[in-house]
Nanobody, 115 residues
Framework: QIQLVESGGGLVQAGGSLRLSCVASESTSSLNLMAWFRQAPGKQRELAAAISSGGGTNYAESVKGRFTISRDDAENTVYLQMNRLNAEDTAAYYC?????????WGRGTQVTVSS
């Protein structure tokens, strides 16, 4: 059972940046997909960004051009660089991973953007 631990959330002013990290307890090289989801209060959880084992990426329209997802399998880590943050980015951000047989979720890290 792979554990995912997120870090890097916090309070930031609108226009600022944050970098989220998600460290896996085991090698990420076997994970076909890693992603960041987010959930704002009163809203459904939504995909923010995803990255495949081959490095292909996918982004929600609302974050394209501002967020960058990357992964470092040598460090068992996936990152989410978030730039030009705005109040609509306020949410709990969750790390997500898919192997051949299982799906894994982290516990989340809170991002709050003040306007």
């Amino acid at each position: 059972q792979i554990q995912l631990v997120e870090s890097g959330g916090g309070l930031v002013q609108a226009g600022g940046s944050l970098r989220l990290s998600c460290v896996a307890s085991e090698s990420t090289s076997s994970l076909n997909l890693m992603a960041w989801f987010r959930q704002a209060p009163g809203k459904q959880r939504e995909l923010a960004a995803a990255i495949s084992s081959g490095g292909g990426t996918n982004y929600a329209e609302s974050v394209k051009g501002r967020f960058t997802i990357s992964r470092d399998d040598a460090e068992n880590t996936v990152y989410l660089q978030m730039n030009r943050l705005n109040a609509e980015d306020t949410a709990a951000y969750y790390c997500y991973a898919v192997s051949e047989t299982n799906v894994y979720w982290g516990r989340g890290t809170q991002v709050t953007v003040s306007s």
